[in-house]
């Protein structure tokens, strides 16, 4: 049975790092492009994140570029978001999802094209 599991949000101070991680099960990570994406009150959900298959490229959200860094540990099966030098702004829900085929790059992070979801981990960057 597909499954995503993300870990690791928390509250943090501004200018602090968290580290999520995306811990999937069901399938094999090789053949899909992972990504993250965020949902902060009244807004509508972003991509923050996504490596493409077996990590062969990376794309983020221009405003976290230099702050965020994705990587992935296929024997673990789960992909990990780096998250330093942290603002207010990156408060949210991040989720990690699957795109919904294989063999498919990042595209433009768009929602639409991720089909299998976690259940999200609260960041909340705050003093």
């Known amino acids: 049975q597909l499954q995503l599991v993300e870990s690791g949000g928390g509250l943090v101070q501004p200018g602090g790092s968290l580290r999520l991680s995306c811990a999937a099960s069901g399938f094999t990570m090789d053949y899909y492009s992972i990504g993250w994406f965020r949902q902060a009150p009244g807004k509508e959900r972003e991509g923050v994140s996504c490596i493409s298959i077996s990590g062969s490229s990376t794309n983020y959200l221009e405003s976290v570029k230099g702050r965020f860094t994705i990587s992935t540990d296929n024997a673990k099966n789960t992909v990990y978001l780096q998250m330093n030098s942290l603002k207010p702004e990156d408060t949210a829900v991040y989720y990690c999802?699957?795109?919904?085929?294989?063999?498919?790059?990042?595209?433009?992070?768009?929602?639409?094209?991720?089909?299998?979801w976690g259940q999200g981990t609260q960041v909340t960057v705050s003093s």
């Open positions: 999802a699957r795109a919904s085929y294989r063999f498919r790059p990042c595209g433009l992070l768009s929602p639409a094209d991720f089909g299998s």
